[in-house]
């Protein structure tokens, strides 16, 4: 400004302008001019972003948090090494060109490139000032000065800083402008503690859906070829697992390869241990196994170890106490090793107490450590121990009258006072959260060369599958079944026909169903077993009763009954003693029937068997309910749920609950019958029983015609 109050601009050409520098417009003078530049600054709009990605599956929901006014400031994007973090970043920034006028400032930290060294910040801090017009023999000498020189040329500017591939918090600290003007995107491997208490915005990307992995493969090579070759599509996506780097990684492979067709890379990819060898392109940027290795090499010994202890387990689920039983650490200490490796996206905490690995990220981790590695081998053993022994705990709790296993538990398993279990619903609630790792966990032992454990986690199983009304019960007897050829024992044989046996039964599968208990019942008739015995006569009984031949489940139940009144075996006796009303019942003999449960009632009443009077109170109900008594039958009905609920037994829940509806149904209460009903129904879905969902759906519709 001069005496006379006029003022002094400095105006900037644009690259098309014949000149740089200012050009100063004037007034009238009175006076001295004195003009001051900066050395060495020649104005500049730097535009330094990398190319914006060809193709790219539209993250929404992240693009838009990125957008939100709130994340304009200062926003970090996280997520595991190939997850697509920088392709966002740089869609983002092209989408929102016009809120940056003054310019794009990029750098590419390299904190996770195989092989080369990571930029540092006073490397980054000369590429801005050069791209922002002063020249390198005009720049500051020390870091310091150099960001301070940053910050004062930017000051004001609507400007973006794009950081990509940033490793520490310290590399980028001194790349943040102090003006709340600017927007700086940070992109990492890691969780940037530093920048989250500077107020930064997190966007954490995870993996891609089916139908994303679908289209991203659809744009890379055509859908011609994906078309031709469905099967073998569905199967390649469920190895890529979401993660957009194997997606990019297979694509190339399949642009690059021709000939080859989609079945033959299935069938490389098919085995765990050569898939992350069929995720390389020969190119390290393309190389899963380099991208992981890259993200695992500035972890501590102790965090590596849990790393590659993880990839070991039977199980891509786990919880915190199995942790402790695998790592040999106490609780803080595993917890603080597990927040080294969520931050890293090596580990997701999914639930509260509960971390899953990626499943490449797993494979690699796995084949860190060779299979015969004593440390390994003993950390797993002891793992498999304490997840086989809490299972058998919580089969005890929910069938304290079971007779005991034919393979009992030897040894002590580590970690036993790490589960509270007290109660039957506490034992439902543990299987519950383990179960998955539970049935992952039998394949795992067979592998491992522990068959009696696979067998033992079967039959540890059985009750919390039958309560459910759980499908998985085949997937686990029936690698139980090779498990107890291994173990080659008449009794473990019989009993494990048996159960597919029920299973098939379950299914209305009658011909595989008899095919499994005839074989059952010669097996145990051989071994002298008579508890075995017992059991398939009444399971056969079943067979009979679906084939409609009433008579003849009569009569198989009452030879069962007989023998098993030759062993110590009462809660067993009062069960048939139930069976056999409900056959009376279905002949029409009601008064026989109600004798029959009143005499297990007591039976089950005697033994402290609450989940046996359960199962009476419903089948008195469903007397009363077929001699007229809807009330007294609705009272016995929902005395029954009550102690069903007790147990978990959502199998035999959703049968009272359907007699339940029928009886309000009965006495003109259709409000209470549909809620009923309705409550039914979605047990019936959960427990992926389709054509007792449909029949329900119809009771509730009402009659028709």
């Keep these: 400004m001069h005496d006379d109050g006029s003022t002094v601009q400095p105006v900037y050409h644009n ?36 190319a914006a990605p060809v193709r790219f599956i539209n993250r929404r929901v992240e693009l838009a948090e990125l957008t939100d006014p709130a994340a304009l400031g200062l926003a970090v994007v996280t997520g595991s090494g190939g997850m697509g973090k920088t392709s966002l970043a740089l869609r983002w920034a092209y989408q929102q060109l016009n809120r940056f006028p003054d310019g794009q400032l990029y750098v590419d930290m390299r904190g996770f490139a195989p092989y080369e060294q990571p930029v540092s910040a006073a490397r980054a801090l000369r590429g801005f000032l050069g791209a922002l017009g002063v020249s390198e023999d005009s720049q500051p000498s020390d870091v310091e000065s150099q960001a301070s020189t940053f910050r004062s040329l930017v000051a004001g500017k609507r400007l973006l800083v794009l950081v990509d591939n940033v490793r520490h918090c310290g590399d980028v600290v001194r790349l943040l402008p102090g003006s709340p003007t600017c927007t700086v995107v940070v992109t990492s491997r890691f969780h940037l503690a530093e920048l989250i208490a500077k107020g930064a915005r997190i966007v954490d990307l995870d993996v891609l859906t089916d139908d994303q992995v679908v289209a991203l493969l659809t744009e890379r090579v055509g859908r011609p070829r994906l078309d031709a070759e469905p099967a073998a599509v569905a199967e390649l996506v469920r190895y890529c697992a979401g993660l957009p780097l194997a997606v990019s990684i297979l694509a190339a492979r399949i642009v690059t390869q021709p000939a080859q067709s989609l079945a033959e890379l299935a069938d490389e990819l098919r085995e765990d241990a050569d898939r992350l060898d069929g995720f390389d392109t020969g190119d390290l940027s393309l190389s899963l196994r380099a991208v992981l290795a890259c993200s695992t090499q500035s972890l501590d010994p102790a965090a590596a170890r849990v790393f590659r202890l993880l990839g070991a387990a039977p199980c891509a689920d786990i919880g915190l106490d199995s942790v402790l039983v695998l790592t040999g650490h106490p609780k803080s200490r595993a917890r603080s090793l597990l927040r080294t490796l969520e931050a890293a996206h090596l580990v997701r905490q999914h639930a509260p107490g509960r971390y899953r690995m990626h499943d490449l990220v797993r494979l690699y981790a796995g084949g860190l450590t060779p299979v015969d590695d004593a440390d390994t081998t003993a950390a797993v053993r002891g793992l498999v121990d304490f997840l086989l022994y809490n299972a058998h705990r919580a089969a005890r709790l929910l069938a304290p009258y079971r007779p005991e296993m034919e393979i009992p538990l030897t040894g002590v398993a580590p970690g036993q006072d790490l589960v509270t279990m007290p109660t039957a619903r506490a034992a439902i609630d543990w299987l519950t959260a383990e179960h998955q790792c539970l049935l992952d966990t039998q394949p795992f032992a067979l592998r491992r060369g522990w068959p009696e454990v696979t067998w033992q986690l079967a039959w540890s199983l059985v009750g919390f599958h039958h309560r459910q009304g759980h499908p998985d019960g085949h997937a686990s007897w029936q690698v139980a079944l090779e498990a107890a050829t291994l173990i080659g024992s008449d009794v ?5 026909h048996r159960h597919l046996g029920y299973l098939h039964l379950h299914d209305r599968d009658h011909a595989a169903a008899v095919e499994h208990l005839t074989l059952s019942a010669a097996l145990a008739e051989r071994a002298g077993s008579v508890p075995n015995q017992v059991a398939t006569l009444r399971a056969m009984a079943g067979a009979h009763d679906q084939a409609g031949d009433v008579a003849a489940a009569m009569s198989t139940t009452q030879r069962a009954l007989e023998l098993c009144r030759t062993v110590d075996l009462p809660v067993w006796e009062a069960e048939l003693l139930g069976q056999t009303g409900e056959y009376h019942a279905k002949a029409g003999d009601h008064a026989a029937a ?3 449960f009143e005499a297990a009632l007591t039976i089950h009443g005697d033994h402290g068997d609450v989940e046996g009077i359960a ?5 008195l109900g469903t007397v009363a ?18 102690l069903l609920a007790q147990f978990g037994n959502k199998a035999e829940e959703l049968v009272v609950l359907d007699s339940l509806a029928d009886s309000h149904t009965a006495l003109g209460d259709q409000d209470e019958a549909n809620r009923a009903w309705q409550r039914a129904l979605g047990l019936s879905v959960a427990q ?13 519709a009402g009659p028709t015609g």
């Design 15 to 50: 690259d098309a302008g014949g000149s740089s520098g200012p050009v100063i417009q004037l007034g009238s003078i009175t006076g001295s001019l004195h003009v001051h530049t900066t050395g060495g600054v020649t104005a500049a709009v730097p535009r330094q972003l990398p």
């Design 492 to 496: 473990v044989l019989s009993l494990t």
């Design 594 to 596: 109600a004798t029959r």
């Design 615 to 619: 199962y009476c109170l419903h089948r």
């Design 625 to 642: 309910a077929a001699q007229g008594d809807h009330g007294a039958a609705i009272t016995l009905y929902q005395r029954s749920l009550d």
């Design 688 to 700: 992926r029983r389709p054509d007792q969902a449909e029949r329900i759906r119809s009771k509730m």
